[in-house]
Structure formats: C-alpha cells, structure tokens
C-alpha cells in the first residue's frame, strides 16, 4: 500500500507542471490579444453558462423538482447567448459595472478612513489615497472603455502568469523531492 502512495507522490508534480504551463499560455494569450481575449472569455462563458443551465434544466426535467426550478436555468441560457451573440456589448457593460463598482469602493474606503481617526495617521492616509485612486480608476474606466478592457486584460494575464509560474515552481519541487 505504501509502495503505492510512493508511486503516486512520484506523479504528483505532473498535474501543477501542466495546469502551470497552460496558465502562462492563457496569461500570455490575455497580454497580447487583450481586448479580444475578453471577448473570448464572454463568448466560452456564454457557452458553459449554457451548457450548465441545460444541465440543470434536465435534473428539473427528470425528478420530481418544482417546475419553476428551471427559470433560473432559463434566465442563464439567455445570458449565455447574449454572451455569445454580442460580446463586444457584454464586455461594455462588465467595464461599466467595474467602474461603477471602483467609484463605490473608493468612496467608501475615504468614509471610512475618516470614521476611524484613531487608527492612525498612516492607516487614515492610507484608506484615502486608495479611496481616491479607486476613484479616479473608476471614472478612467467609465469614460475610456475601450482602453480600460486592454488595461484589465493585461493585468488579469500578468496575474494568470504569475500563478501559472509559480504551479511550475511548486511542480519542480514536487519532482526534486521524490527523485
């Protein structure tokens, strides 16, 4: 039994090697065709959200579930093929709730370093040029979508990247530990 787990442990950095190259690939794929990569991202999304909904629509379907079970599943197909269908508009509407999302943030990240004065002047300072720099990113985002899609593809790719570079590291070591 033991020999087994042993033989196991010997693969194990098979698994984090291939998810951590295809993770750098993605991430590449997003710095370079940014934009476009988000509308691909919407477009698979769409597909799975599809997939998932016709899914849950049959095990309403075959069990003796309540029939207004399958409104959710049906308001996810609809999302799924306006996914699919009109991504470059789905992708506007993501940036908007982004920046709107960073505005509110920011807001109220300056409230609340006002309401606690006593944290310090450092964690007040703080809380305020964040609040203001959530702020500022925020209403960039609403004004300049298009750029704003490219900015956050890119981050999003360099942080896929970096996750993808650090599974290859934890695979290295998996495989310098058991050989």
């Known amino acids: 039994m033991a020999e ?10 098979v698994n984090p090697l291939i998810y951590g190259i ?8 997003m710095i370079w065709f940014k934009k476009d990569a988000l509308k691909w991202i ?7 959200l599809i997939i998932g909904a016709i899914i849950d629509i049959l095990v309403v379907i075959t069990s003796k579930l309540p029939f207004v079970g399958i409104v959710v599943p049906a308001v996810f197909i609809v999302l799924g093929v306006v996914l699919i269908i009109l991504p470059n508009l789905m992708a506007d509407v993501f940036m908007v709730l982004l920046g709107v999302v ?7 990240n ?3 370093s006002f309401l606690h004065r006593d944290d310090g002047i450092f964690a007040v300072a703080f809380g ?3 609040g203001v720099l959530a ?11 298009d750029s704003s899609q490219d900015i956050v593809m890119i981050v999003i790719g360099v ?16 495989y310098r530990q058991f050989h």
């Open 4 to 13: 087994i787990n042993i033989t196991n442990a010997k693969k194990a950095w």
């Open 128 to 130: 305020i040029v964040v």
């Open 42 to 48: 919407l477009i698979v999304s769409g597909i799975l």
């Open 102 to 108: 960073l505005i509110i943030y920011g807001v109220l």
């Open 22 to 29: 295809l993770l750098v690939i993605i991430g590449i794929g």
């Open 110 to 112: 300056v409230l609340a």
């Open 159 to 174: 942080l896929t990247v970096i996750v993808g570079a650090i599974q290859i590291i934890g695979a290295g070591l998996i």
């Open 135 to 145: 702020v500022i990113a925020g209403v960039y985002t609403l004004l300049n979508l």
